[in-house]
Each structure stands twice: as structure tokens, then as C-alpha cells.
């Protein structure tokens, strides 16, 4: 693989042909915040969150999927580039339940961290939330599609890393959702003992059933005397 | 009974053919019931779950039993504002039923779809594959008394 250089922030460094403007920012110690991106997964750029700018680029480019080029200049944390980040993370909360009081787990979500870091409230959109039922017929996995922010991480963790076929993406627009075959619960016939999926969810969307006198995690730690 | 795609065309048997199969198999049925699309996913080596996907993205494909006569009103925006809302009440009055139904005598089935290219001539509909467009709500019911 040939070296290749490529100006990030002003800054003139050098990284491997073939490798993503995240990857090489990665290893020059520049944090972008990703959401659908997940190393063990094939690149999707579905969420837009990772979005730099390149400079002589018509449009803001996904950097989680857009190889560098030779002589690229990339800027990673301009004012326009923060002010897309933001306004994407309002509109996933827009129709995002947001119940996180009620959330197992609220405190190792991975949109509400990115909502904090990139200082995001509440949304201004007020909009009609999707309501789905709570599948938890399964003993294996617990499904509240209302959480899913359609990153399909689930989708590519089941057929990439589990070597299953499990999810899939139906129906168009704001009625898409991800779906078990003819878009029914997801029970143990479909989906046998496994759980990768859950620790690739990045919102409270896919969790483990909570086992009896289980206690919700990160909860706050209360000192008595 | 045949599978699906059998004996159609033997070179079809591909995932990317599947968009293929699938508008055929509803030309032959009308619509694409379970079976149908399990018998796809199968011969595809896809699963259930990626079939239906596709068949319930696209407008033109229907996963529900469907009319003898499809009615399309287009809902995209060049449609909208050419007050297409008047066009879909009148088609609504005129046969009794919303978007999404089909009436009890299976005469016509009532669709909402997206664009259908006809933008020039909005607000515009489809009854089966017949285009209708600079609709006023008058129009309506003699238009679809050609449709028995």
C-alpha cells in the first residue's frame, strides 16, 4: 500500500492508500463521532453523523465510507461541518422516543453521548413518533423498535459477524423499519441463543431480557448509612 | 403447482433478478402473497426478511391481495401542490374507501404512490397502467366508470 498525503485540519499527514478519511483521522489522533460506523462492520454511511467537509466536494462527504485521495484537504470540525453534526442528531432525536428515564440503557447510549458531546437538547421538530409494540416473546433477545434509529448495525452484525440473515430493512420512508422475515416479532424460531446484535446496538433498541431481580444498569449509586 | 421463476427464464436465478421475479410473479397473481415470496427467498438464497424488504419498498409492488383495478394517486410534491388532497377525496367519495383499501366487491383497489413521472400533467393518478392526469375532482367518476 502506498503512502499517500492528505491535509486534516491544516495539519499535513500521511497515511495508507485505501484507508477511509476516518481511519486516517483515527490514527492522527482526530476524533469524529460515528453512530452507524462500527470497525467490525462493513462501511454503510447511513447515519451521517461521521461528515467532514473536503475541500472542491459539492456536498459534505460520509468520512466512515470515502477512501483519501492524494493531496485531499479535509476539515474535520469546521462550523459548518458542527452545525450539520448537530442538526443530524436533532432529527434522530426528533423521532426518537427520548424516554431515556426509562431506558435500560440510558447511560451507555451511544446517540445520547453524541447528543452531549455535540451539546444537542432538546429537538425543535415536534413530530409524530412511531410506535411499535415491545417484543419480548424471545427469550434471548428484547426488541423496542421505537429506540432503532435505523443504523442497521444489527442487520450487518447478524449476517457479517453471527453468519445469520436474521434482519432486514422493509417498507419505504418514515414507515421503514427493520424487520424479521414477513415483519413479525422476533422469536426463538427465527433467532437461536446468540446476542451479537445487542452489543452492536448503539441505542436501547435490541437489549438482553432482564433476568428477575435484575437491577437496571448504571443506575445511580445511592450511599446509605 | 411451479415455483416461482421456474421455467420462466433459466438465466433469472440471480439475487439481482429479484426485482425482476418479483414484478412478475405479481403480474401472474396480482399481488406477492407469503408464499410466493418465501418460494423467492428460497430459489434466491436470500432470506425471507430481505424478499419482503423489496417487495414492500416499492409503490408498484403490493404484498396485500389487490382489486381487479388499481388506482395510483401520486402524494410527491409537484402532485401536492396541484391540490392532489382534492383529487384523493374525490376518488375516496366516489368509491367509498380510503388509501390503503380495497373495496368489498374487489372492483378497485385505492393506492397512494410516489412520483409516477407524470408531473407535467399534475395532479395526476394511474389506474392500472393507464395514466390519467390534469384530474379535477369532476373528472373522477366518469374516468372511472370505464373500469369494470
Redesign the interface.
Known amino acids: 500500500m502506498a503512502e499517500i498525503t492528505v491535509t486534516i485540519n491544516g495539519r499535513q499527514v500521511s497515511a495508507k492508500e485505501g484507508m477511509t478519511i476516518l481511519e486516517a483521522a483515527l490514527e492522527n489522533g482526530i476524533d469524529i463521532p460515528t453512530l452507524c460506523h462500527h470497525q467490525d462492520l462493513t462501511p454503510l454511511g447511513a447515519c451521517r453523523i461521521c461528515v467532514v467537509e473536503v475541500e472542491g466536494s459539492r456536498t459534505l462527504v460520509g468520512s466512515c465510507h470515502t477512501p483519501i485521495t492524494e493531496g485531499m484537504v479535509i476539515h474535520t470540525h469546521s462550523d459548518k461541518v458542527l452545525a450539520t453534526r448537530r442538526m443530524i442528531v436533532e432529527l434522530l432525536l426528533a423521532s426518537h422516543c427520548g424516554s431515556c428515564f426509562m431506558c435500560d440503557k440510558a447511560n451507555i447510549c451511544e446517540l445520547r453521548k453524541i447528543a452531549a458531546d455535540l451539546e444537542v437538547g432538546l429537538p425543535r421538530f415536534q413530530m409524530r413518533k412511531n410506535y411499535y409494540p415491545l417484543e419480548d416473546i424471545s427469550p434471548y433477545v428484547v426488541r423496542d423498535l421505537t429506540k432503532c434509529i435505523m443504523c442497521r448495525r444489527c442487520a450487518r452484525a447478524c449476517s457479517e459477524v453471527a453468519g445469520h440473515n436474521v434482519f432486514a430493512i422493509a417498507y419505504r420512508g418514515f414507515d421503514s423499519k427493520v424487520v424479521v422475515d414477513f415483519d413479525q416479532p422476533i422469536d426463538k424460531e427465527v433467532c437461536r441463543d446468540c446476542g451479537v446484535c445487542i452489543s452492536f446496538c448503539p441505542t436501547g433498541a435490541l437489549g438482553k431480557p432482564r433476568e428477575a431481580k435484575e437491577e437496571k444498569r448504571g443506575k445511580p449509586l445511592i450511599i446509605t448509612s | 403447482m411451479s415455483k416461482i421463476g421456474e421455467g420462466t427464464n433459466p438465466q433469472s436465478q440471480e439475487k439481482r433478478d429479484l426485482l425482476v421475479l418479483l414484478e412478475r410473479a405479481q403480474s401472474r397473481s396480482g399481488y406477492l402473497s407469503?408464499r410466493t415470496?418465501a418460494e423467492l427467498a428460497e430459489s434466491l438464497g436470500?432470506?425471507?426478511?430481505?424478499v419482503?424488504?423489496v417487495a414492500?419498498?416499492y409503490?408498484f409492488l403490493s404484498i396485500k391481495p389487490q382489486g381487479r383495478n388499481v388506482i395510483r394517486i401520486c402524494k410527491s410534491l409537484p402532485c401536492y401542490l396541484k391540490n392532489a388532497q382534492t383529487i384523493i377525496e374525490g376518488v375516496r367519495k366516489e368509491i367509498g374507501i380510503n388509501p390503503g383499501e380495497t373495496t368489498a366487491d374487489g372492483r378497485f383497489s385505492f393506492e397512494l404512490t410516489?412520483c409516477i413521472g407524470a408531473c407535467d400533467k399534475a395532479p395526476a393518478m394511474m389506474v392500472n397502467d393507464d395514466v390519467h392526469g390534469d384530474l379535477t375532482p369532476k373528472k373522477i367518476s366518469k374516468i372511472l366508470q370505464a373500469y369494470k
Not at chain 2, 46 to 50: R, W
Open positions: 407469503k415470496i436470500l432470506s425471507i426478511g430481505e419482503y424488504g414492500s419498498f409503490s410516489n
